[in-house]
């Protein structure tokens, strides 16, 4: 009986097997070609019946792409690193559960869950944001390599910094989340604003910052691990360095809904959980840290371990729910204050520094008063936290209101008219910082 | 006088083809600027464009770079056009062949290029710093855009303003110089207003192109301009503000608007000649020093709008470029990659050269509707088909998944939209106002005194298309061609939201996923050499019948 049994399951395994393990598999990645051709080449040569179809998107034409495309889905799988763009999929219920059966995936990195609580995708890598540097640039410019967040508010760096915006990727965001986190709202802006005064540019893509820091367009760039690590790997003059509050998050694949070949795209998953899988993580122009801590065995020896040396991503406690509740605020505000007025930014930064350089260590209480004047005129924000964290004031920044009845305390109030009046504040403060410090300049 | 049914039909398919293709996928997604929070029709959000200090700084700025980067591309376009009608001159074919090149940049990796030649820590500056202390910032703030953006669109003012003068009817010239102008009055009065549809149309093209552009603003991270201000609402994650499409509105109404200014400044205006054919300008030599000074200057601005090439080709072949004035070492293992993925290339060429012949086919006809029939509203068509210069490539992208997407194929039951034939209408429609430019320009010199005589005599309106429009537009024609097929050939920003599957993927779509890692900058500079090529051997190929032509239209007046 028993053996009957073991036959009638042999079979059906077979069967299923065999069914699944043939037709093809339509991949949506924002993943870079070295990344996903090594995994296609890989799983087809493990499955040599299934053909593996990569379609490259950014992450945002992928998102928009799977919204215009649901009613007639061919899109098996989206693969590619920001949670919160699969936390979108997933508010638009275009994806669907799938937990993997691969065992020794921890369920933490960092302080970071890797999975999906839902199920609804899971993490196959981790990757945090850290500061990559150009060697040549900063030896030709005598400057030393930061260790620390803070480092890229020194005054040496002016003009000699970079960092893609919020609103432009995800991991980016998540680097400004964590900021505000660590720091508290307000000393987190405060802190990110001395930062972003250095900067010579936001750039409009993530890739932007490692490709000028490689070109040596500017000497330091904030950046997601991979992006430092795969640029040592392809052989650029650079460095790499995590600072001790970063957040470490996992990059992630998921079913879509309605996928054509849904067996296909589980067996893909579970691939990339596997030994074999996630050593092809640690390839040199790939290089993301595996979710599998054994991987780590065979990974070159200065490889980050973030299972094994816990001061990576462990220093901050990531609230998913708070930076969740206020994603799309804490991106126009970095927008408005940072990224469209950079120069007014820079320009009020400046004569800031130059007033201090004057100072210097004279004890000239106007001069002081003046200049903590200024310096607070540029850190003011045109919110305060309490409104950024209230749930009903973030309903103007929702993408679908179709009601006036889901905005009510703030019905009318539309997201230009508050970016406009945040506009205002914002470059009237920096002009005024600018006045202030030249006043104390003049008092010196 | 046209009562053809012919032209008629053809009027109502074009105008069906830019509605369906054009006018249905921007609706879905502009309808968006038109709705308030409760989904009810509205103004409101035009109120708040104009309400806004940002969105008002970044329209100035957007017309003061497209306007000071229409008189820089003219500095640079017209000693070249003038030196190749006007002289016997030898470094004509280099001209028209290499003047085409500074339009075929490629995404990406040509910014890559351009910063590691003219960064603030680019090659230039770098010797700069070196041997005299200072640097130029090229590429900062504004006026790196309007350097940027001169260099790269220039070749429309020029290749416009050549077909312009090559058309000017040679006895005009000589009429005036018997009856005693000479020197810069026959220049002024002859030369200049003849050749004025070529430049109009070419300056209106830079314009608007400027104005609308998107990548060089988001290469050199200056937000504060309309377009990349669209970009950037619109593409942001998870979140749609209205504001991204109420400015790309705003972006087509001033293209069209700007259109309408053109036309007004050759308003009025007859610049039509009989004789066509006796080709251009009468021809002389330099004098020595003349020749030299031509030679020095042709060399100068072709050397400074090739620069970006120069550096792409160096790309290519470097191992490691980084905070140096050239490469490391170099090698030839990136193309090894190129080779291997040869199948971009193939689908590039095939999507590129039908898309263009769509192009000239549509544009010639609208131009003679335009210009040679009273069908009511065929203004329209030209305006409608002149807008789609001012839609940001996504924005089209979206609206074509949101239009084509539920319809299924008949033969393999896949959505419509990601058939590779649509990446070719897509290419197609994005790049009709290039070809339409030139085919207006080229059919405004000619006179209809021609067609009435061959009518009258009895030919058939096929005939006259035949026998004397197509022969005598054959310069505009290829112009056209050429300039929507090289300008598609690296057009990605449309065809990334349409390609559903690698092996359809065009060469510009290899460039960008290759740039997405450090590894991959060598192989990308690669294709974007290899596209460059191709749309330099198609021009020099053109060039070729082009003359040939003339040659034998030459001799048979001779025979005659």
Same mark, same amino acid.
């Given at each position: 009986m028993k053996k009957i049994l073991a036959i009638f399951v042999a079979v059906i395994l077979f069967a299923s097997n065999s069914f699944a393990n043939s037709g093809s598999v339509v991949i949506v990645t924002s993943f870079p070609k070295d990344l996903s051709g090594k995994f296609k080449a890989a799983f087809e040569k493990k499955y040599p019946d299934i053909t593996v179809e990569v379609v490259g998107k950014k992450t945002t034409a992928g998102i928009k792409y799977i919204q215009e495309t649901s009613s007639n889905n061919g899109t098996d799988l989206f693969w590619a690193s920001a949670p919160d763009a699969f936390e979108v999929l997933k508010g638009d219920s275009l994806l669907a559960k799938y937990t993997s059966q691969v065992k020794g995936i921890p369920s933490l990195v960092g302080s970071y869950p890797i999975n999906d609580p839902d199920g609804f995708y899971s993490g196959f890598a981790a990757a945090g944001y850290g500061m990559m540097w150009n060697t040549r640039y900063l030896k030709a410019n005598n400057l030393p390599s930061p260790?620390?967040?803070?480092?890229?508010?020194?005054?040496?760096y002016f003009g000699h910094t970079g960092m893609s915006a919020p609103s432009r990727s995800g991991t980016t965001h998540l680097t400004v989340e964590t900021l505000l986190q660590g720091d508290g709202f307000n000393q987190g802006w405060a802190k990110m604003k001395n930062i972003a005064a250095n900067f010579k540019t936001v750039t409009a893509r993530s890739f932007g910052v490692p490709d000028g820091v490689n070109s040596g367009d500017f000497g330091v760039g904030i950046v997601i691990d991979f992006f430092g690590l795969s640029s040592i790997g392809s052989g650029f003059p650079v460095g790499f360095v995590y600072p001790t509050v970063t957040t470490l998050v996992p990059a992630n694949i998921g079913v879509i809904t309605n996928a054509p070949n849904e067996k296909n795209a589980q067996l893909f998953i579970d691939f990339l959980l596997t030994p074999e899988g996630q050593e092809i993580l640690l390839d040199p122009k790939i290089r993301r840290l595996p979710v599998n801590p054994k991987t780590y065995s065979k990974a070159p020896k200065d490889f980050p371990n973030p299972f094994k040396d816990s001061s990576i991503g462990a220093a901050v406690k990531f609230d998913v729910l708070l930076s969740k509740g206020r994603y799309n605020l804490v991106n126009s505000l970095f927008d408005v204050m940072i990224t469209y007025r950079l120069d007014n930014l820079r320009a009020a930064m400046s004569a800031i520094y130059k007033a201090e350089e004057a100072l210097?260590?004279? #004890? #000239?209480a106007k001069a002081k008063k003046l200049i903590a004047e200024a310096r607070a005129l540029v850190s003011a924000?045109?919110?305060s936290e309490a409104k950024a964290n209230d749930a009903e004031f973030n309903k103007i920044f929702k993408?679908?209101?179709?009601?006036a009845k889901d905005i009510e305390k703030y019905a009318g109030t539309r997201q230009a008219e508050v970016e406009a009046e945040w506009d205002k504040f914002v470059v009237d403060n920096y002009s005024n910082a600018v006045k202030k410090a030249e006043e104390a300049l003049k008092a010196l | 006088m046209f009562k053809n049914f012919f032209l008629k039909s053809t009027a109502i398919f074009i105008g069906l083809f830019l509605f369906i293709f054009l006018a249905v996928p921007i609706f879905q997604v502009f309808y968006v600027s038109f709705l308030d929070q409760n989904g009810h029709f509205t103004f409101l959000n035009f109120y708040d464009f104009f309400q806004s200090a940002l969105f008002i700084e970044s329209f100035y700025n957007s017309f003061y770079v497209a306007s000071m980067s229409v008189i820089l591309a003219s500095i640079f376009a017209i000693p070249l056009a003038y030196f190749t009608a006007r002289f016997n001159f030898r470094g004509s074919v280099l001209i028209q062949s290499l003047g085409f090149i500074p339009l075929i940049m490629p995404p990406f990796v040509g910014a890559v290029a351009m910063k590691l030649l003219f960064?603030?820590?680019?090659s230039i500056n770098l010797i700069l710093n070196d041997w005299f202390g200072f640097k130029i910032p090229f590429m900062e703030g504004l006026n790196g855009v309007i350097f940027v953006e001169s260099i790269h669109y220039f070749p429309f003012i020029l290749i416009n303003l050549i077909t312009s003068l090559n058309s000017i009817d040679r006895t005009m010239e000589e009429s005036a110089q018997s009856l005693g102008s000479k020197g810069f009055r026959l220049f002024r009065r002859i030369v200049l207003p003849l050749s004025m549809p070529g430049y109009i149309a070419g300056a209106s093209l830079v314009f608007l192109k400027v104005f609308d552009d998107l990548g060089t603003p988001l290469l050199l991270d200056v937000n504060t301009m309309l377009a990349p201000q669209a970009y950037l609402r619109i593409s942001s994650i998870g979140i749609n503000d209205p504001m991204g499409y109420v400015i790309g509105v705003i972006l087509v109404l001033t293209s069209v608007a700007a259109v309408y200014v053109a036309k007004l400044a050759l308003g009025g205006k007859d610049y039509s000649m009989l004789q066509k054919g006796g080709g251009g300008m009468i021809k002389r030599n330099f004098l020595p020093h003349q020749k030299y000074f031509a030679y020095s200057v042709v060399f100068f601005i072709l050397f400074l709008v090739l620069s970006p090439h120069i550096a792409l080709t160096l790309l290519s072949f470097g191992t490691i470029w980084s905070f140096s004035i050239l490469p490391d070492a170099y090698t030839f293992d990136h193309y090894k990659d190129v080779f291997e993925n040869s199948v971009f290339i193939k689908n590039t060429l095939l999507y590129c050269s039908i898309a263009a012949f769509i192009d000239i086919v549509l544009a010639f006809f609208i131009s003679y509707i335009v210009l040679r029939t009273k069908i009511i509203g065929r203004h329209l068509l030209d305006y409608v088909a002149m807008s789609a210069l001012a839609i940001p490539g996504l924005v089209l992208g979206i609206g074509y998944l949101r239009t084509f997407y539920s319809f299924n194929l008949p $033969?393999?039951?896949?959505?419509?939209?990601?058939? $590779?034939f649509m990446i070719v209408i897509i290419l197609a429609v994005r790049r009709l106002p290039y070809a339409l430019r030139a085919c207006n320009a080229v059919l405004m010199q000619i006179s209809t005194y021609l067609e009435e005589s061959a009518e009258s005599l009895g030919a058939q309106k096929t005939t006259i298309f035949r026998k004397i429009l197509i022969p005598l537009m054959m310069g505009g024609l290829l112009a056209g061609f050429i300039t929507s097929f090289s300008t598609a050939t690296v057009e990605l920003s449309a065809t990334i939201m349409l390609v559903s599957t690698e092996s359809d993927a065009p060469l510009a779509y290899a460039i960008y996923s290759y740039m997405q890692t450090a590894a991959g900058r060598g192989p990308g500079a690669g294709f974007g050499v290899i596209g460059v090529l191709i749309v330099a051997a198609g021009t020099y190929l053109s060039q070729l019948i082009i003359e040939k032509k003339y040659k034998q239209r030459g001799m048979e007046a001779k025979i005659d």
């Open positions: 260790k620390e967040w803070i480092d890229m508010a020194d005054p040496i210097g260590s004279k #004890n #000239n924000l045109p919110i993408k679908k209101r179709k009601k | 960064g603030s820590n680019g $033969w393999n039951d896949k959505p419509l939209a990601s058939w $590779w």
